[in-house]
Structures are given as structure tokens and as C-alpha cells.
């Protein structure tokens, strides 16, 4: 895909999007695995502007902010995790987004959900986040359950270890 075939192609995503918000839907997309570029020896997820239009903030990226912040900031996360943020006045607040991946594996499909700390955000490049995990695979049947009001989209006991697991 080209890069205005690709702006073209955000564009009408946007149209989408912002209809089904007008309506008060949240929309939920699915990207294919295809498309996913992490650099795991940085910790970072890199993605353009409609994978960043799809993302989503869950209840479960709340609850990770809210753990993470419990015990640092946003600076001190990047350092940590040695992810060199690319935007030289960084914003301080921390942003916790999950992107939602679908993958075959074995003739079946899964969701991948994978979180990430929001970093670089500019329309003219690439977007860029701290990639802070990765939940299990997921088959549809569990990743679409009804909590509430809202799709589940977790593995609950996958994600409390996966928290603990990011405190170490």
C-alpha cells in the first residue's frame, strides 16, 4: 500500500469510526497480525494511523495505569524499560491503549490483545508506544463475553499475572 493510498484508506476508517461514536457506539476493530511491527529489543510497538484510530482504552488499560502509576511515572517507566522516547517534550501523563490483533493459528483465529504506553503521536509518521504486554491468545468465544456493558476482551487471570509479572 502506498502512503497516500494508505491515508486515503485512514481517512474513510475515521468516517467510520466517528459515525459509529456519533451514534454513542464504541466501535471495536480488528487488525491483522500482518500488520504488527514490534522492536522487542526496545519494548516498543510501532504503528500508523489507523491502527492508532482503532485503538481502544479497556477497563483493563485503566487498571494497568493505575497499577503502574502506583509505583512509578511515566519517565522513570521509560528508563526503566529502556524505551528511548522519540518526542522531545514528552508529555507526562501516562496514556495505557490496547491495539486488538487477529492471528490464525492451527486453521482457527485468535485475538491478541497488546497494550501499550502511548508515545509518539504524529500523522506525518509513524505512531510509537511502549509496549507493556501481551495477553494470551484468545480464541473469539472468550475475547466477545458480556461483562456489564462491554466485551471482556481478557483473560482476567492472564492479566493479573501478567500485571505482577510487569512489577518485576
Known amino acids: ?3 497516500k493510498e494508505s491515508a486515503e484508506h485512514s481517512n474513510v476508517f ?3 469510526s466517528d459515525y459509529f461514536k456519533g451514534k454513542n457506539l464504541i466501535p471495536l476493530w480488528f487488525i491483522d497480525k500482518s500488520n504488527l511491527a514490534t522492536e522487542n529489543h526496545k519494548n516498543s510497538i510501532v ?3 489507523l491502527e492508532s484510530l482503532a485503538s481502544q482504552i479497556s477497563k ?3 487498571v494497568k495505569r493505575r497499577d503502574i502509576e502506583s509505583y512509578t511515572d511515566k519517565k522513570e517507566l521509560f528508563k526503566v524499560m529502556n524505551y528511548a522516547s522519540r518526542v522531545a517534550s514528552q508529555r507526562d501523563d501516562m ?3 490496547s491495539l486488538f490483533y487477529i492471528s490464525q493459528i492451527d486453521e482457527r483465529n485468535y485475538i491478541r490483545v497488546h497494550r501499550y504506553v502511548s508515545d509518539l503521536v504524529d500523522e506525518t509518521l509513524a ?3 511502549l509496549l507493556i504486554g501481551e495477553t494470551s491468545r484468545l480464541s473469539f468465544s472468550e475475547a466477545l463475553q458480556i461483562e456489564g456493558e462491554s466485551f471482556l476482551l481478557k483473560n482476567q487471570s492472564q492479566e ?3 500485571r505482577e509479572q ?3
Open 1 to 3: 500500500m502506498t502512503e
Open 14 to 16: 475515521k468516517k467510520k
Open 47 to 49: 504503528f500508523f494511523r
Open 60 to 62: 483493563e488499560d485503566r
Open 95 to 97: 496514556e495505557v491503549k
Open 127 to 129: 505512531y510509537r508506544g
Open 160 to 162: 493479573e499475572e501478567n
Open 166 to 168: 510487569f512489577k518485576q
